[in-house]
């Protein structure tokens, strides 16, 4: 099972908590992004939950979230996304639609849902995989889609050609 329990819901980017939008307003700002209000496609806000773990399994890991607050936001270029713990702090990623593929995530063996992305995310030198843990609600499966339907507009997969001595 998950070591979460996740929920998610869709909002609009003012919804976020206060620091999260603060950061992402700020990167808006930094990489001349345009007006967030104005370019959010799609907002959503995942809120997770550790579950109870053993004494043992708490000392070997050490000091963790046991909230960790998700806000993803969605425009037609960027997909950018802050997390939030209380341990952890504020972590913000970003990455150009044009640089990922993405598809949705369900794991058979750990129960848990989420969007997986592999690309370049914040301009790292190789390709860098990574995911969103997201709940099971409609909003996060439509939320799924639409980042990927959005990179699909902006970075369409290329169409391969056959051999020559294929195509007769």
């Known amino acids: 099972m998950s070591d979460y329990m996740r929920t998610t819901r869709e909002c609009s ?12 307003q700020s990167y808006f700002q930094e990489h001349r992004l345009g ?12 809120i997770s939950r550790r579950k109870n773990s053993s004494r ?19 425009t037609p270029q960027w997909l950018i996304w802050v997390r939030r713990g209380e341990h952890s702090g504020l972590l913000l990623n970003a990455a150009n639609l044009k640089e990922i593929r993405a598809r949705a995530y369900v794991s058979i063996f750990t129960k848990d849902t989420g969007l997986e992305i592999l ?3 914040d301009h790292s030198k190789g390709l860098v995989q990574g995911y969103i ?36």
């Not at 007006?35 to 995942?46: I, N, Q, S, V």
Request: hydrophobic share 40%; net charge negative; glycine share 8%.
């Open 56 to 74: 043992l399994v708490s000392l070997l890991k050490g000091e963790s979230d046991t909230t960790i607050q998700t806000g993803i936001v969605l």
């Open 133 to 168: 843990g997201m709940g099971t609600e409609p909003a996060a499966q439509k939320f799924c889609e639409e980042v990927i339907k959005a990179i699909f507009i902006v970075n369409p997969p290329s169409k391969r050609s056959l051999p020559r001595w294929l195509a007769g």
């Open 13 to 24: 980017v003012r919804q976020l908590h206060p620091e999260q939008l603060e950061a992402i």
């Open 35 to 46: 007006d967030l209000a104005a370019e959010t496609l799609l907002c959503c806000e995942t």
């Open 119 to 121: 690309g370049y995310i």
